[in-house]
Every structure is written in C-alpha cells, then in structure tokens.
C-alpha cells in the first residue's frame, strides 16, 4: 500500500470538526478549546469536502453501485480522503455535472469521456482498464429474426430493415462505434432499419429486450455480453451473437481540474497513482479488479481517444 496523501484521514477530520462545533455551540471564544489550529485544520477540511466519484450508469445500478463503493473504499485507504460515491441518473447527467464542479473523478466511456474533457478545461485523463485498450462491442440477435452470424464488418448489411437497438445514446461501445460499424456496412441507422432505432439506455437492458422479442437485434459492450453469457443469464436459446467489432480505446477515468485547489497541492498525481497501484495484490484489490472486468489499471492518454472524437463529430455526438 501506498503512503496516504498528506491530509488527516476523513475519520479524524470528522472528529475534529465534530469537537469544534459543539465547542461553537458552547460559546466557546478565540482563546477556548475547539477555536484554534484544530478548529482551522477541521474547517478547512469541511470546506474541502469528500473526494466524489461516479460512472456511467452502463449496468445494472446494484452492481455499479457496489463496484463504486468499492473503489471508494480503496481510495479513501490509499489517498486518506473521504471519499463518497454520487450515483448519476443517466450519461449526459454525468459529464453536466462534472462540467458544474459536482463531481472529481469519473469513470467515463470514450465518448462521454471526450464531451466531459471539451466541456470541462483542464480536466485531465488519469488511467484505463488493461481491456480498455483493445475495447469491442457486439453485435446480437434474437434467433426468430432469421440473421446469421457474419464474419465481417460488410456482413453487418443483413441488418438492413431490422428492428434494432442500440444501449444509452451516449455510449460509446452501445452507441457510437456500433453505428460507425453500420455505416461502414452501408446502413444508415437514421433510414435503413425498421421504424426508428431504439435506445435501451444500458448494455443489460440491450439483451433483455433483443432476448424478449422487443427488438430483433441489438449492439452492446463485449465485457457485459461476455460476463452475462458466462454466469447464465442470458437464454442462447433465444438471443445469438452475431458479430464482434474490430477494437478501439473505451473507458477510463476523468479528473476534475479543481483537484488540487480542493484537497491540495499533487493531489491528482497521488489519484492517478493510486488508480495504478491497483494491481490485485490482496484479496479486496483483487474483487475490485475483477467487479470492472480488468486485471490491472494502466496509463491513459487524451490522444487514445482522437478516432472516438473524429467520429464522435461524423456522426454529429460531438459539437
């Protein structure tokens, strides 16, 4: 484990803001106890507040839940903060209210990545999954619709006057490349499929909805396809997979700017090393490596993300 950074765990900042106050209440004076350093230090805690992380609302909102609070409990031990996870309702939630100040640290997709950075100046890209690197999406379809599996993206022609959905209308790996995949086939979602496409708003919601009959087909991110198909709850006697796209860069976790004026001066570089000091050296680093499907947190660059951009502003997501 690391050396915290160098601020009083939240624990004891709590403490001393709690004795100051109730010092207050008392009518305490300048010189009484409760009203000097200490009653400094634990004000300017309070004024600091908690480190806030949050994600994309990409999965079922239990399990997110319980990942965040995982890592927030991994980064309250590492950094010494408080740290506290604010759950958003949906993608363009996330990036107004990192834009706003409201969040420090998020766990964002390619694209919702690039509008946060554009939006928010300063903010800076700290670190990526191992799998975030080579990232998929999927392709699937409910067996009744009569498609079969192809080899190519040009095979992704036979999707043509389907019923089809995609996941949130911000996700990259639901969303954004799916559509350029499509494009690429010759389909324009906006007039090639049957009725309008629909938007699920998660990748979980994508397969239940492709699974039901609801819609014929679907795109959705590789890692939920993979994991739902692994534990058994997905029926393959109703829903196939059709095609796996060529790789791109995805996820990764977004710094707010004001990180060092909040909670002191390196303290986005200390973030950003605790985000690679996750390695699954113990048995609670090892669950949280294993809750974000990854093996290891590696470097990340705001250039990993151009192509996302370029195709973000093609296909009008990003302005």
Same mark, same amino acid.
């Given at each position: ?5 160098? +601020? ?18 008392? &009518? ?68 107004? #209210?990192? &834009? ?25 890209? #700290? ?26 993206? @040009? ?42 496409? &629909?938007?699920? &708003? ?55 700017? @004001? ?18 000091? #996750? ?33 973000? +502003?093609? #296909?009008?997501?990003?302005?």
């Amino acid at each position: 484990m690391r050396t915290p950074h160098r +601020r009083l765990p939240w624990s004891v900042a709590g403490l001393g803001l709690a004795v100051a106050l109730m010092a207050s209440a008392c &009518g305490s004076t300048p010189e009484s106890p409760g009203s000097g350093a200490s009653g400094a230090t634990a004000a300017a805690e309070q004024e600091a507040g908690p480190l806030r992380i949050s994600a994309i609302p990409d999965m079922d909102p239990s399990d997110l839940a319980e990942r965040e609070e995982a890592m927030s409990s991994y980064l309250a031990e590492e950094l010494g903060v408080e740290v506290e996870y604010v759950p958003v309702s949906d993608y363009a939630a996330s990036v107004s #209210l990192f &834009g706003t100040g409201d969040l420090d640290l998020v766990f964002y997709g390619g694209l919702t990545g690039v509008q946060a950075r554009l939006r928010t100046e300063g903010a800076e890209v #700290l670190a990526q999954r191992d799998i975030d690197e080579r990232f998929r999406s999927v392709f699937i379809a409910h067996r009744d619709a009569g498609l079969a599996p192809v080899d190519d993206v @040009a095979g992704l022609a036979e999707l043509a006057d389907t019923r089809f959905t995609f996941g949130s209308e911000s996700s990259t790996s639901g969303r954004l490349m799916p559509s350029y995949f499509l494009d690429q086939a010759g389909v324009d979602p906006a007039a090639d499929l049957e009725g309008e496409p &629909g938007f699920s &708003g998660s990748h979980d919601l994508t397969i239940d909805l492709v699974e039901s009959g609801s819609y014929e087909a679907g795109a959705l991110n590789e890692q939920v396809w993979r994991s739902r198909t692994e534990s058994g709850t997905v029926d393959t006697e109703a829903v196939q997979e059709i095609f796996t796209t060529p790789e791109y860069a995805d996820y990764h976790w977004i710094g707010s700017p @004001a990180l060092d004026e909040r909670l002191g001066d390196g303290f986005t570089a200390d973030l950003r090393q605790a985000l690679l000091d #996750l390695d699954g050296s113990d048995p609670e680093e090892e669950s949280l490596l294993e809750a974000y499907g990854a093996e290891s947190i590696i470097p990340a660059d705001a250039s990993d993300h151009e192509r996302i951009e370029e195709i973000g +502003r093609t #296909l009008g997501l990003i302005r």
